[in-house]
């Protein structure tokens, strides 16, 4: 079997597909887009959306975290992404669909916004890239795609500063799940796949490492994702962190 991933270095979409391809010992090789650009090379490449992750098996074409996941379990059955009971299956497709449709955006948005004021930490983000450039020469240039990227993604003060406000009742959800047995069990699944990718992401900003770190979703994201690239200092207003502290000093 051909398997082809085509991501962006440090996609939370496209880890979710690497550690499930893992976890089904498939062996893949891997295609580093720069942001921006990876919209043109898709479209060229004939897949119908201009979004990573994005996937060729035996020349097949596969778009999207949730569709990859799919054929992922179809092509290779074991171990299953999806419970066999279906009120179970209902639970992680439900989980799994917050993660896709109501995580993942938030925390893209905090990151580009925080990469686009301080552009020094995007080099960690790129450990292990192959982006057929040096990476300093990736960084040193990377202002305007930045900004790029910031813009299509809505990455506005006003957004990130509502996101930020919205994420404790996020990990509050997670939180619930992983109570309920929905996420973190002995056999890792879908949800589990989509949603740790996002936490950990949003862990590599020094912002907010220490408060997901204190709840269950932190150790649950470092459970299933162990090494994540990325660290950024700092960025975020105090104001808009505001309501994270206090939800997390009353907790
Ligand atoms: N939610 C979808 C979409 C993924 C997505 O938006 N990926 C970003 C990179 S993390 C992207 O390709 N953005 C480009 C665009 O929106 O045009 C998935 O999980 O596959």
């Known amino acids: 079997m051909d398997v082809r991933l085509y991501t962006i270095p440090g996609s939370h979409p496209g880890v979710a597909v690497q550690a499930m391809l893992k976890a089904k010992g498939i062996p893949f090789k ?16 004939g897949f119908p959306k201009q979004t990573v992750p994005a996937m060729k098996i035996d020349g097949r074409k596969v778009q999207g975290s949730r569709e990859i996941t799919r054929e992922l379990d179809r092509i290779r059955p074991e171990p299953p992404l999806f419970p066999e009971d279906p009120e179970k299956r209902l639970a992680v497709e439900e989980a799994e669909r917050f993660g896709d449709e109501e995580l993942q ?6 990151i580009w916004w925080a990469l686009r004021k301080d552009k020094a930490p995007l080099r960690s983000y790129s450990e292990g890239a192959k982006l057929g450039i040096p990476v300093g020469l990736a960084v040193a240039t990377a202002a305007p795609v930045l900004a790029a990227t910031a813009h ?15 994420l404790p009742a996020l990990l509050d959800r997670i939180d619930a ?36 770190d204190a709840r269950p979703a932190g150790k649950f994201a470092r459970r299933v994702i162990p090494d994540y690239p990325g660290d950024a200092p700092p960025t975020f207003p105090p104001a808009w962190m505001q309501p994270l502290r206090s939800v997390a000093s009353t907790a």
Do not use: C
Not at 30 to 45: E, N
Not at 192 to 202: E, F, G, T
């Open 152 to 166: 299509y993604n809505e990455a506005t003060d006003e957004n990130v500063r509502r996101d930020l406000a919205a």
């Open 105 to 110: 955006h938030p925390v893209r948005q905090m």
């Open 177 to 212: 799940w992983i109570e309920a047995g929905v996420l973190d069990g002995e056999q890792l699944n879908a949800a589990d796949y989509q949603i740790a990718p996002s936490l950990r992401l949003a862990m590599t900003m020094q912002d907010l490492r220490p408060i997901i």
């Open 30 to 45: 891997r295609t580093d887009l720069f942001p921006v650009m990876q919209k043109l090379v898709v479209r060229a490449l």
